[in-house]
T-cell receptor, first 113, second 111 residues
Framework: DSGVTQTPKHLITATGQRVTLRCSPR?????VYWYQQSLDQGLQFLIQ???????AKGNILERFSAQQFPDLHSELNLSSLELGDSALYFC????????????FGPGTRLTVT | DAKTTQPPSMDCAEGRAANLPCNHS???????VYWYRQIHSQGPQYIIH???NNETNEMASLIITEDRKSSTLILPHATLRDTAVYYC????????????FGTGTRLQVTL
């Protein structure tokens, strides 16, 4: 158990819909990262927040957005969903901003039908 | 961050040492070598990291060549639970904070 929690575990929705994935970092960690893992693209970094502010951006689509709240939990919002958005979405956390000793949650499996 | 190259798959008998190689010939002086693994579809798990010196923790040992162009992750007594995809990542702390995962090595531990 990494100490990072993600909800929901599974999500099935239709194309065109919008969903929100939630992540709670380990106690004391200020950074939250979001990654997407699909069969054809592998594990890809989406975005990082540190203490409420965006710190780094990866291959995140404009239809996707994220935020980190004052209690440090984070949400990833995915809108206008397409079949290709079906993937595992992982959240990770770390103590500081630029560390790669990141601790990953169990993931949310999103299926778009 | 430097590109890393790993064999796509390896087998290891249970109880034997698993030696997973990684090539990072273009690594720069301030880039660390990090290892993660992913068991089935679980979240990746941090294993170990190093800069120049060899490192050991309760999970594994990391051997980095003197020229730092390659490294080897050693699981001293592999068990079936070590079956996973292992990722070697070159990372410069303090700047980019994203982990760039390649395709990794799929380690299969067998009886």
């Amino acid at each position: 158990d990494s100490g990072v929690t993600q909800t929901p575990k599974h999500l099935i929705t239709a194309t065109g819909q919008r969903v929100t994935l939630r992540c709670s970092p380990r106690s004391g960690d200020l950074s939250v990262y979001w990654y997407q893992q699909s069969l054809d693209q592998g594990l890809q970094f989406l975005i990082q927040y540190y203490n409420g502010e965006e710190r780094a951006k990866g291959n995140i689509l404009e239809r996707f957005s994220a935020q980190q709240f004052p209690d440090l939990h984070s949400e990833l919002n995915l809108s206008s969903l397409e079949l290709g958005d079906s993937a595992l979405y992982f959240c990770a956390s770390s103590v500081g901003q630029g560390e790669s000793e990141q601790y990953f949650g169990p993931g949310t499996r999103l299926t778009v039908t | 961050d430097a590109k890393t190259t790993q064999p796509p798959s390896m087998d290891c008998a249970e109880g034997r040492a698993a030696n997973l190689p990684c090539n990072h010939s273009t690594i720069s002086g301030n880039e660390y070598v990090y290892w993660y693994r992913q068991i089935h579809s679980q979240g990746p798990q941090y294993i170990i990291h190093g800069l120049k010196n060899n490192e050991t923790n309760e999970m594994a040992s990391l051997i980095i060549t003197e020229d730092r162009k390659s490294s080897t992750l050693i699981l001293p007594h592999a068990t079936l639970r070590d079956t996973a995809v292992y990722y070697c990542i070159a990372f410069r702390t303090g700047t980019a904070s994203k982990l760039t995962f390649g395709t990794g090595t799929r380690l299969q531990v067998t009886l």
